[in-house]
């Protein structure tokens, strides 16, 4: 990749802040920073809390996006122009069910956030069973732990779960071993194991794949550090995939659709409808903040 100097990433960049109908991640806001080049707008939405080394494949992605580095057809053809995308729920309320999937509009498979910190699983039960309602039989159910319970603790879960029909369970522990545990323990009950920190957060993405710890990869572009790099690890794995956002705004979701379009097989609805999470208002952000993100991006780029 070759990449821009700082003056070139710089000259046309900004950063916005989105608020949330919902918390989410513990966010009310999304920060993140646009920056143009060549082929326009591409973006650097790695979290605040992340350093540098973990945020650099973010920035990558959003140079490959804005200076049109990413696959081409011959390299890597179209298979498809829509794709079928899921909602997703933040661990909220039950009773609040209705009113946040209602936003998502047309839609066949629900992804439901479970093992919140300072709830319970009585909250999860319960959650669980208003997006099945809500969806009815013939919908799709899943459920994102995302590392949140070590292994009985999923295992406990799980059974008292499975009731709902679950499609698969995304990232319930935190470790590849701990999800290749549990995955012995709970096929024979026909349940699905997806890994998404498994992937995005590690040294060796195809790890948990090679380890029998997963059945499905969840695929997230920008962590990955873009469409290309996310297509040869879904090579390297060789299973299912769904690809999913990282929370960004509508400008990163593009990559993200890109790489989509781009996968042969896509047997699972995609976690690429979360734009319906942002209530559409544009926070400004202070100049402290702008210039925090601006140094954020040149650090990064040194480790490009």
């Known amino acids: 990749m070759k990449l821009p100097s700082a003056?070139?990433?710089?000259?046309?960049?900004?950063?916005?802040?989105?608020?949330?109908?919902?918390?989410?991640?513990?966010?009310?806001?999304?920060?993140?920073?646009?920056?143009?080049?060549?082929?326009?707008?591409?973006?650097?939405?790695?979290?605040?809390?992340?350093?540098?080394?973990?945020?650099a494949p973010w920035l990558a992605s959003a140079i490959e996006q804005a200076w049109g580095l990413g696959p081409t057809v011959s390299e890597r053809p179209i298979f498809r122009e829509t794709v079928r995308t899921n909602a997703t729920l933040p661990a909220v309320d039950a009773a609040d069910v209705g009113a946040i999937l209602e936003r998502f509009g047309d839609f066949r498979t629900v992804k439901v956030k479970v093992a919140e910190a300072g709830q319970t699983l009585a909250d999860d039960i319960a959650r669980v069973s208003a997006a099945r309602a809500f969806v009815g039989d013939a919908g799709r159910v899943r459920i994102d732990a995302n590392g949140g319970w070590n292994v009985d603790e999923a295992e406990h879960a799980i059974r008292a779960l499975e009731r709902f029909d679950l499609e698969f369970v995304e990232q319930p522990c935190a470790t590849v071993p701990e999800l290749a545990e549990l995955r012995d323990r709970v096929h024979r009950m026909g349940i699905l194991i997806a890994a998404d920190e498994s992937v995005r957060k590690a040294d060796d993405p195809v790890a948990v794949a090679r380890a029998g710890a997963a059945d499905i990869l969840v695929i997230k572009v920008a962590p990955l550090g873009g469409v290309?790099?996310?297509?040869?690890?879904?090579?390297?794995?060789?299973?299912?995939?769904?690809?999913?956002?990282?929370?960004?705004?509508?400008?990163?979701?593009r990559a993200s659709f890109d790489l989509a379009s781009r996968i042969e097989h896509l047997d699972y609805d995609c976690g690429l409808?979360?734009?319906?999470?942002?209530?559409?208002?544009?926070?400004?952000?202070?100049?402290?903040?702008?210039?925090?993100?601006r140094d954020r991006a040149v650090r990064c780029l040194k480790l490009l």
């Open 7 to 55: 003056e070139e990433l710089l000259a046309d960049s900004r950063v916005i802040a989105l608020s949330l109908h919902t918390a989410f991640r513990g966010l009310t806001l999304r920060e993140t920073m646009l920056v143009r080049g060549a082929a326009g707008w591409g973006e650097f939405a790695a979290f605040t809390e992340y350093d540098e080394v973990e945020s």
């Open 228 to 253: 290309r790099r996310a297509l040869d690890i879904i090579d390297q794995a060789g299973l299912p995939v769904v690809v999913s956002s990282a929370l960004e705004s509508p400008v990163g979701l």
């Open 273 to 293: 409808a979360t734009d319906v999470l942002f209530t559409g208002e544009e926070i400004p952000v202070d100049a402290a903040r702008e210039k925090w993100w």
